[in-house]
Structures are given as C-alpha cells and as structure tokens.
C-alpha cells in the first residue's frame, strides 16, 4: 500500500494495451486526480488510507482510467514526442541547440583566453543561425564533459537577461495599469510562469527568457493586471487584453513548450525527476 508522499507503480490492462500509473497517497487530496508527468508518466493521487472509503482504491481507479484512456493514451503520445525532439538537440553540450528568446540557438564551448578569471557567455550571430558560444575558463572547460558545469554558468546569464526583459516590462506596462509593484522576485517554479501578492509584490520564473518575448510580456501583464484584480473575471481579461490582445495566443505557445522550458538545462538524468504539479491534470 502507498503510504503517503511514496509513489507506488500499478500495471493496468485496458483496450490500448498496458498502462503503467504510478499510485500516490495525499493528506491534502479529497479525491482522486490524475496527472500526465511528461517525465514520469500518469500519476494517480487519491485520500490517505485513513480516510473513509480510501483503504483500497484500486477499483475507483481502473474505472477512472478506463473512462479517460483516450484522453491518456493522446497526452502520453504528445509527450514522448516532445521529450524525443528535446533528446534529439543533444542539451548542453558543444554542438547542441536551445532555446532562447524563442529561437533555437547552436551552443559552442570555447576556452576562455589567457588571464580570464571567470567564464563568460555571449550571443552572437553565424551564417547558418545564432549562436550562444560559453567562453569556458580551463576548470570549466575541463568539467564541460559533465555538463553541469556549463549548464550553471549558461544559468547565471540567462537569470541576468531575465531579470532586465522583466524590469523592462514592468516598466512599460505597470503605469498604463495604474499599478507599482513593490518587490519583484525571480524563481525557477514548475507549476507556473508567475504569481502576485495582496502586498504588491510579484514573482516570475527565469526561464521566461528562454521564450519569445512576447510570451515574457504576457506573463508580466498577467501579473501586473492582478495587482487590481485578484480574479480571472471579465475585468481581469479585459485589463489583459488592454496591453497584449494577443495573450490567448503566447498563453498557448507557453503550454505547448512548458517541458521544453522546464526541461532546459536539466541533465539528461534529471529529466527522468519527477516535478510535482508539472503536467496535465484530470480530476
């Protein structure tokens, strides 16, 4: 039995073949609620045992999946076909391609000239696309084999280039809302681009700089506009729409590429992680 917190793998048959589902128990669920992790697959999270007709939920569930495996077996299939592409850009090595500002950009390691302290990462254009080249000063240069090394100095900048997109367009669109923010905070969360406070104050994920602008800006007006309304009523959208009538479309574009994002700069290990609240959710 899945105590709580653990993950627990059940097999199921049903019309489209097996279906693995990892079983998860929570003090917080008051029901069951499916999730497609694009890393670990579905999850299934039901009441603890303790709760009444909780002990074995086994039947609730085969049922609940029977009923939605097309829904499953589609969402699954998307995913494999993301996580294909993404293996396919080889990741933070010399040669590999990623994302930034939307475009995808070849990464090359070079060492960092004589004297260099401290590795460097520039933006620069080629003839066959954009580049992003990490100046490595010998230490990293010698550890780039394992990726992590290169993979935290290209986060270091890309948190620096967040961080001036952002305040740039808070600038630009707090006034025409009428708002002034107060503290402004950069997070890697997994569960959402951005949040705000009843205090003013709002928080957005780095990793915005990896999509189009536009997408960034969307995320900021979103956030600004809920320094006015806390809701999403019509009031809200329309606060929205007044600055970026085009959200609905960078909403979608952000859903399409949220585990590439997330994805980024993980190593090829960690992409197998489970990230809670990352997914697609059924209830």
Known sequence: MATPGSLETHRLRLSGGE??????????????????????????????????????PEREVERFLVAREPWLRRHLAKFEGQRSVIEARGGIVDGGTFRYLGELHRLR????????????VARLGADDGDEIHLSLIQRDLGAAIEREVPAAV???????????????AVATHAPALGVKPGRITLRDTRSRWGSASRKGSISLSWRLILAPPEALETVVIHELAHLREFGHGPRFWALVASRRPDHQAWRRWLRAHSMELHAALDPPAARDSLLPDDGIDVE
Not at 22 to 49: C, E, F, N, Q
């Open 109 to 120: 390691f070079l060492p960092a000239a004589a004297g260099v302290r401290r590795s460097t």
């Open 19 to 56: 279906l693995t589902y990892l079983l998860r128990r929570s003090a917080r669920s008051r029901a069951l609620r499916v999730t497609i992790d694009p890393r670990r697959g579905v999850i299934v999270t039901v009441p603890l045992a303790s709760r009444r007709g909780w002990a074995h």
């Open 154 to 168: 290209l986060k270091a900048w890309l948190r620096a280039r967040a961080a001036v997109a952002i305040d740039r």
